[in-house]
């Protein structure tokens, strides 16, 4: 049997406490700013794991 030692909530919590961190004192305003350049970061991350995964199952063919 096999044991997980991968806690989803406590996963959750961190980043959430991690955001509440950076975002404390914030305006809305600047909020706002954290947040758009937050998505930014993510599409790009996500963008370049799609590449590398697509070229590393096209490289098998």
Do not use: I, P
Not at 36 to 48: P, S, V, Y
């Amino acid at each position: 049997m096999r044991t997980n030692k991968f806690d989803c909530v406590e996963m959750k919590r961190k980043g959430a406490r991690k955001v509440y961190e950076a975002t404390k004192g914030m305006t809305v305003a600047e909020e706002v700013e954290y947040w758009r350049k937050r998505t930014r970061e993510a599409r790009r991350w996500l963008a370049a794991g799609t590449a590398t995964k697509s070229a590393s199952r096209t490289a098998g063919r």
